[in-house]
């Protein structure tokens, strides 16, 4: 996989693995509401392995900044932070609420 260019790039990819992490995790709790809960799991531990992959991309600019390289700042990648952030406390919901599913 090619490395991205720029903070646009990056900021990107951050939208686009958190976007499907989130999308992972509220399907899980469509399919744990219609007791397929094989399914929600599986559908959960997808949502994980998307939202490392956005916050590998986050990991690399923090490591970046950590060696004193400067990060421009812009719209787009505020944005990405916050969407990464909170598609993973949706995440972290959808686990709980699977649960709760399940012992109904």
């Not at 399914?39 to 992959?53: P, S």
């Not at 690399?60 to 900044?65: A, F, T, V």
């Not at 787009?76 to 699977?98: G, K, N």
């Amino acid at each position: 996989m090619e490395e991205p260019r720029d903070i646009t790039e990056i900021s990107f990819q951050i939208i686009l693995y958190a976007g499907n992490g989130k999308g992972n995790a509220m399907e899980a709790i469509q399919e744990a509401k219609a007791g397929n809960f094989q399914r929600a799991d599986e559908l959960l531990v997808e949502a994980g392995e998307e939202l490392v992959k956005a916050h590998e991309f986050q990991t690399k600019l923090i490591q970046k900044e950590a060696k004193g390289e400067e990060n421009p700042v812009n719209v787009l990648l505020i944005h990405s932070q916050d969407h990464l952030m909170t598609s993973m406390t949706v995440r972290d919901l959808a686990v709980e609420i699977v649960e709760i599913y399940r012992l109904k």
